[in-house]
């Protein structure tokens, strides 16, 4: 199942020693210092630790959302640092599902509007995109809510509509940073249970940012973060 | 793509109808304000200049008085003919001469009447004054010399009188006097003062002075120079010629004077030229806060359009993808906004000129001037912010404040 076994293929993810920094001087902060890391396929890896250790930082730099001060992120080998931005963009096109903790919806465009968001830089067809949006809202349970904008959704809707977005395309790794901070515990289950199932019957990689040992448990391998690098490592028994 | 992005960018303009509305209506009174100052302007001058040309640039006016004391001096012998006879022949650079007399009379036809003006003068008149005759003819040498009752309408007169009827023939009342209609002017309308140039009618000077005036007087004499160009020339002639007649001494302040109608219109042309100057500092100024409008617009939505780029790119989209997007939305809404300015701008003065009788005149290079410059304003404010931050890091576009 993971690369180890097949070792003539880069590992999907490895960081190397990355930093970033904010600031200068007296005020620079170091949102990562030194952090490294290596995903392999099929991983569903949850991310901890206490709030401004780096988590999220750590995730937009995996998901080529921003470059890193200095150190490497590799992507399946690539050295990412070393991309252009049209380069970057196709990697997160062809290859990245995210979703982020502030959800980032289009305003005042609908949810169906915005999942099919991906699919319109993926040239979809109208119909197949409509399509594969809606199935993507009804396996985050929001179907019903297709028409509705952000502005008449609740936090938890909106969290859902950011989630069928970033699987509506079937990405190689899904990246997601508390994909269920804003949801009550039966759809916290519900979304946990989507996620597994992507990522055991899809294969798709899962890199997930929570503060909540619950959900870490649903993942095979738990990062703890610390001051912006990893301080634990360990895998998750089912 | 290129559809694709069209579709979306249009969908974009639909969806935030208020920011697109507000755009397109700055775009729209710039263009807008833009082509009716300058259309009104370019109208207002092209009437003067008209009238000017309607009155004849080569046209002199001879009368008795002093110059610049106001209304001419009673104490001032009056003109002869034999005056406008003496420039006649004597003067090289003079044309014709139309001597005339004039007063006002109650003229009246069945039971219509009407108080206009009575003007006693010769062909001369029409030719100088370029009043064309429309209907019937003017007089003859035999009504000229016997001094027979005849008279030529203006267009109002003829109007008053006979509405649609036929006046040729008719025989009106003019004062005390029984006149036969034997012509009608061609109408000139409204001056630029707002006088009516067709109020008015003319008789044989000999008639006018024997059955009405009862004197042998002339008021005026109107003379054409036989060129527009030598008009200077006939005036120092003229005034020449009228010191000797009258005997008037070379020191001596004359008791005539000489008005040269050039004078006058280079006068107006000045003041159209001003007013044009004006018209255009006006639309500068309005082509200016339309701008300004259109750029408020763009940059209050920098923000929220920051982050949709960021969105859009950290869903995949390539910045190229996002800037056509971006500029398709912008064209359109400019090209819409400017396609509604011209029609605005040009419904409004094509309005305002035929309430002021003014030609209306379709000026094709403000239009595109106009035009340019607010798609120019709505395309760079929008599509400039855009362009930088599609060259973000995604999430510094989405952190965006
Ligand atoms: N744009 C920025 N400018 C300055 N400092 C930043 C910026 N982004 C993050 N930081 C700092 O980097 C540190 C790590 O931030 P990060 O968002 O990665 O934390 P986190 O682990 O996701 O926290 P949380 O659990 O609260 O989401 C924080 O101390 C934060 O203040
Ligand atoms: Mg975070």
């Known amino acids: 199942m993971t690369a180890a076994a097949r070792p003539e293929v880069a590992p999907l993810i490895e960081l190397r020693g990355v930093w970033k920094s904010y600031g200068r001087g007296d005020a620079e902060v170091h949102a990562l210092a030194g952090a490294s890391l290596r995903i392999d396929d099929g991983e569903f890896v949850a991310v901890m630790g206490a709030s401004g250790s780096g988590k999220s930082t750590c995730l937009n ?18 050295d990412v640092g070393k991309l252009t931005l049209d380069q970057l ?21 609908t949810a169906v509007e915005n999942v099919e968001l991906p699919l319109i830089y993926r040239r979809v067809g109208h119909a197949e995109r409509r399509r594969r949006a809606m199935k993507a809202l009804e396996e985050v349970g929001l179907a019903s809510r297709a028409t509705h904008t952000p502005a008449e959704l609740s936090g938890g809707q909106q969290q859902r509509v950011a989630i069928a977005r970033a699987i509506v395309t079937d990405p190689q790794m899904l990246l997601a940073d508390e994909p269920t901070g804003n949801l009550d515990s039966a759809r916290k289950v519900e979304i946990m249970r989507l996620l597994v199932d992507l990522n055991r019957r899809r294969g798709i990689t899962i890199v997930m940012v929570t503060h909540e040992p619950d959900m870490a448990e649903y993942a095979t391998r738990m990062v703890h973060f610390r001051d912006g690098s990893v301080e634990s490592d360990e895998a998750v028994g089912p | 793509m290129i559809w694709a992005t069209l579709l979306m960018a249009l969908r974009e303009i639909r969806r935030n109808t208020m920011r697109s509305m507000l755009t397109t209506l700055g775009i729209v009174i710039g263009v807008g304000s833009v082509i009716a100052m300058v259309t009104l302007g370019r109208g207002a001058t092209a009437k003067i200049t008209n009238e000017i040309a309607n009155m004849g640039t080569n046209l002199l006016i001879v009368m008795p008085g002093a110059e610049r004391r106001g209304p001419a001096s009673t104490t001032a012998p009056p003109l002869k003919i034999e005056d406008a006879k003496a420039i006649e022949r004597e003067v090289s650079s003079v044309d014709k001469v139309a001597p005339t007399a ?28 370029r009043f064309a005759i429309e209907l019937g003819q003017s007089f003859s040498d035999a009504q000229l010399l016997g001094g027979q009752p005849v008279c030529v309408l203006g267009a109002t007169v003829r109007k008053e009188l006979f509405g649609q009827g036929d006046p040729l023939g008719a025989a009106i009342r003019v004062g005390a006097v029984s006149c036969s209609v034997i012509g009608v002017m061609a109408p000139k309308g409204q001056s630029t003062f707002g006088q009516d140039q067709d109020d008015f009618l003319v008789m044989p000077l000999a008639a006018f002075q024997r059955r009405i005036a009862g004197n042998y007087d002339v008021g005026m004499l109107f003379v054409s120079a ?56 006006i639309a500068a100024v309005s082509l200016l806060v339309g701008g300004i409008g259109i750029m408020n617009i763009m940059l209050v939505s ?22 056509l997007q971006f500029l398709v939305e912008a064209v359109t809404l400019s090209t819409l906004g400017g396609m509604l300015g011209i029609a605005f701008g040009l419904t409004i003065s094509f309005v305002a000129t035929r309430m002021m009788h003014m030609p209306f005149r379709v000026l094709p290079d403000i239009i595109v001037i106009a035009f340019a410059f607010s798609a120019t304003v709505g395309v760079a404010f929008g599509f400039l912010p855009a362009r930088k931050a599609s060259k973000l890091n995604p ?3 989405l952190r965006h404040e």
């Open chain 1, 89 to 109: 963009a196709l990697l997160r096109r062809n290859y990245l599902g995210f979703v982020f903790q502030g959800f980032n919806l289009l305003a005042r465009t």
């Open chain 2, 226 to 281: 036989i060129s527009d160009g030598m008009t200077t020339k006939a005036k120092q002639q003229i005034e020449a010629l009228m010191r000797e007649r009258r005997r008037i001494a070379l020191g001596q302040v004359p008791d005539f004077r000489v008005q040269d109608m050039k004078e006058i219109s280079d006068t107006l042309g000045t003041v159209t030229g001003a007013l044009t100057a004006l018209l255009g500092g």
């Open chain 2, 395 to 397: 999430i510094d576009a």
């Open chain 2, 102 to 129: 004039s007063r006002s009379a109650l003229v009246v036809y069945g039971n219509k009447n009407w108080n206009t003006s009575v003007t006693g003068s010769t062909n001369e008149f029409f030719a100088v004054r």
């Open chain 2, 302 to 323: 920098v923000t929220e359009r920051t982050r949709e780029i960021g969105v859009r790119l950290a869903i995949g989209a390539r910045g190229a993808e996002v800037l």
């Open chain 1, 61 to 78: 730099v995996l998901g080529c959302l921003d470059q890193p001060t200095r150190g490497q992120y590799l992507f399946r080998g690539v």
